[in-house]
């Protein structure tokens, strides 16, 4: 069973959900985990059992995930050595938080829990214990100005500033307070 180690996985078009992604790489690694963070593309393959926490994270694109996220964890399913069990049974060791940036401006956090639910069950499939979802706003360039202005969550158009990354940062600690007696994730600095 590997020890100590942390994955974080990341689809971007915008930049949005890469500083997501690079603000929770270096929480862990500030917190002393064996971090390794790659961009999901057409070649990736992903042995998520290597790892002891996983973040897969990704914007929101009609309510799901991009094209190339849905992909990779069609792909990702069928893996050597990896079989789907009737039940799930939960694989000890291993957990996992799905995260997505989105813009929410017409019905808010409701356009980001399909798609954090969809990466969710990817993983509880294969017994990965899911233990939160993480949401970031953040601005939508392609979009009309007022989707950036006058959704649902106002003025969005800096966003996910340094206070959202910040929160991002307590998240994750949070994670690692709340997992660390009960997954071997090495000796951290909490
Ligand atoms: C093609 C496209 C579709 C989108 N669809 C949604 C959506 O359904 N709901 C939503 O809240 N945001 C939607 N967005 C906004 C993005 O999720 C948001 O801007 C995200 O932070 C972009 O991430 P990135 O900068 O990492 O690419 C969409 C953006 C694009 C480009």
């Not at 603000?23 to 290597?50: C, P």
């Not at 601005?139 to 969005?156: H, K, L, M, Q």
Request: aromatic share 8%; hydrophobic share 35%; with cysteine.
């Amino acid at each position: 069973m590997p020890e100590g180690k942390a994955l974080v996985l990341f689809w971007t078009k915008n930049g949005n959900t890469e500083k997501v992604a690079r603000r929770i790489f270096d929480t862990l690694q500030k917190a002393g985990m064996d971090v390794s963070i790659s961009r999901i593309n057409k070649e990736l393959e992903v042995e998520y059992l290597d790892y002891n926490l996983i973040f897969l994270g990704a914007p929101v694109y009609e309510n799901l995930s991009p094209k190339p996220v849905l992909n990779f964890l069609h792909r990702n399913r069928r893996r050597d050595g990896v079989e789907l069990i009737p039940s799930a049974p939960e694989v000890p060791g291993v957990a996992a938080v799905p995260y997505c940036t989105y813009g929410g401006g017409h019905t808010g956090y409701n356009e980001a829990e399909p798609m954090l639910k969809h990466i969710g069950q990817y993983l509880e499939h294969e017994g990965i214990r899911v233990v939160d979802y993480l949401a970031v706003v953040g601005v939508f360039p392609e979009a009309d100005e007022s989707y950036n202005t006058d959704g649902r969550f106002g003025e969005i158009r800096q966003k996910p500033d340094e206070h959202d990354l910040i929160e991002v940062e307590g998240r994750v600690r949070g994670y690692l307070h709340q997992l660390h007696r009960v997954l071997p994730l090495g000796d951290l600095k909490l």
